[in-house]
């Protein structure tokens, strides 16, 4: 009697163990913070993959650039160090030459055409790009229309941005961009902004409305501009053996969870951007929100004239002319 109870517990000991290494936890990571849109974009995501799987794959979600940067972050995906990463698409062209044609300044008409695109056949063709790179990636999401930020003056024109030194995403499209407004580029990773602002080694930075909240960026920024001068996407990656390691349902599982995420991801970024600028002024930075755009495409011509050459005029009217 008593050796039976015994195999009882002790098959019934393994069988809990078995249960317990079934569960496969995997890491994703963000350079903001967990309250902001890429936060309830990973949290989302975790969730889903958790309830899609049964609770055999766990998600654990890491923010504020606890494991880097985000060109940290996409590197340790392609190295397969870090199963997941979202990130803006500001490092991507690093690692998906492909991709920088998303950054190009004015490309974007408004966030209902961005959102089309990436969604429509141009964005699934681009997500397929990544593939070659050690990636999976299982959906696009959204970072949102870039705005400029100072603490030294207004910027009602192009020419208020000369001569100001500004922190540039590490993306080649977007420091040429810059460049051509007379912009001192300062190429740094997100999770030094705050401090750099803070110190005055840059006067400046451009961010959606949602990072520059969540970053708290008033604090340390007098000026606001909605020069809406770029849209930035945002992007759900896994390294790409992990991925092939799953079952054609778990994949899908994943893609599915992702997709879940960029849902609450977007609705954040219309929240954000619906409420943001009361809340800043609130907060006390000047918001100038009546930006003459044309003047900005403008000083852009000649820079514009090189994105086509480089990335083909066809290709860019191609995005442009999506309904």
Do not use: C
């Amino acid at each position: 009697m008593k050796l039976s109870k015994l195999v009882l517990g002790l098959s019934l000991a393994l069988g809990f163990v078995a249960a317990a290494s079934a569960q496969t936890t995997m890491k994703i990571s963000i350079s903001t913070a967990q309250n902001s849109h890429q936060g309830i974009a990973i949290d989302t995501f975790a969730k889903e993959v958790e309830k899609r799987t049964g609770g055999r794959y766990k998600i654990q979600t890491f923010y504020n650039g606890a494991l880097g940067g985000e060109r940290e972050s996409i590197e340790a995906v392609q190295l397969g160090t870090q199963e997941l990463a979202f990130s803006s698409t500001g490092p991507v062209p690093n690692f998906v030459p492909e991709a920088k044609i998303l950054d190009v300044p004015f490309l974007f008409r408004d966030k209902a055409h961005a959102r089309a695109v990436l969604d429509g056949p141009i964005g699934q063709e681009m997500l397929v790009k990544f593939d070659a790179k050690g990636f999976k990636a299982l959906a696009w999401a959204e970072n949102g229309f870039r705005h400029m930020t100072n603490s030294k003056r207004p910027v009602n024109v192009p020419e208020d941005l000369k001569g100001l030194k500004m922190r540039t995403m590490e993306n080649p499209v977007h420091i040429a961009a810059y460049k051509g407004f007379g912009i001192v580029t300062t190429p740094m990773a997100f999770p030094e902004v705050f401090t750099a602002l803070q110190q005055g080694t840059v006067d400046g930075q451009e961010n959606p409305l949602s990072v520059i909240i969540s970053a708290k960026f008033d604090q340390v920024q007098k000026h606001l501009s909605l020069t809406g001068h770029v849209y930035s996407p945002a992007i759900f990656l896994m390294n790409k053996a992990a991925y092939e390691k799953l079952s054609a349902a778990d994949k899908q599982a994943f893609i599915d969870a992702a997709k879940e995420g960029t849902k609450a991801n977007r609705a954040r970024v219309d929240e954000d951007d619906a409420k943001g600028v009361a809340d800043l002024r609130a907060k006390g930075m000047t918001v100038i929100d009546n930006v003459d755009k044309a003047k900005f495409v403008t000083v852009l011509a000649p820079v514009n004239a090189e994105f086509e050459k480089q990335f083909g005029k066809a290709n860019i009217d191609r995005i442009r002319a999506v309904k």
